[in-house]
């Protein structure tokens, strides 16, 4: 700025030495001589550059709208639970013989006659009486047994939200720019001038 400005007065100070010489030689031309004579100056307005720093845009803030994420996991789930199923088992027998005793031993008086005719009389011993006797018999008893069928499962999937929907709020700043203005810094003016010859 310091430069155009400087720029600018040396334009006009060769202005004003151009209008100074015209109007000596105009002066003379008319007949004007010595210290009577004066001449009409004119000095040009003087103009300036200047920077100048405005807003193009203000500050502004947005706003974007993140949607949510999802995922799909897979979990295991039971479809069936664990159960016990009764087996049942009937009793079993047999037949079993055993001997048993009918009678037991004796022993009984006995009388006889023997090859002469005399009564005889004498102790007989009787042996036991046995026989068979059949029964049945459990062998063994009736049972339950549990037979346990395990649990069923399956997988499924299924989505889930890992992050919710979200408003992102972004500030923009405000955008400037800079001009460059012409300014004057100095007005022309006119004054009459003593003529020096």
């Not at 015209?22 to 210290?35: E, K, W």
């Amino acid at each position: 700025m310091a430069r155009s400005l400087s720029s600018r007065l040396l334009l006009a100070t060769s202005a004003l030495t151009t209008v100074l010489l015209l109007g000596a030689g105009a002066a003379q031309a008319g007949g004007c001589h010595g210290s009577a004579c004066y001449n009409l100056v004119s000095t040009p307005p003087v103009y300036g550059t200047v920077d100048e720093t405005y807003q193009v845009q203000p500050p502004q803030v947005q706003r974007h709208v993140v949607p949510a994420e999802y995922e799909t996991v897979t979990d295991t789930v039971m479809i069936a639970p664990a159960r016990q199923i009764p087996r049942h088992r009937a009793a079993v027998y047999d037949t079993v013989t055993e001997k048993v005793l009918i009678s037991p031993a004796t022993r009984r008086w006995e009388v006889t006659r023997d090859a002469w005719g005399r009564t005889v009389g004498c102790w007989v011993d009787v042996p036991a009486q046995y026989g068979y006797q059949s029964r049945r018999v459990e062998v063994s008893p009736a049972t339950v047994e549990y037979e346990t069928v395990p649990a069923v499962y399956t997988q499924r999937q299924r989505r889930v939200m890992v992050r919710p929907t979200q408003v992102v709020r972004e500030e923009i700043p405000a955008v400037y720019e800079t001009r460059q203005r012409q300014v004057l810094v100095s007005p022309g003016s006119q004054y009459w001038s003593r003529a020096r010859y």
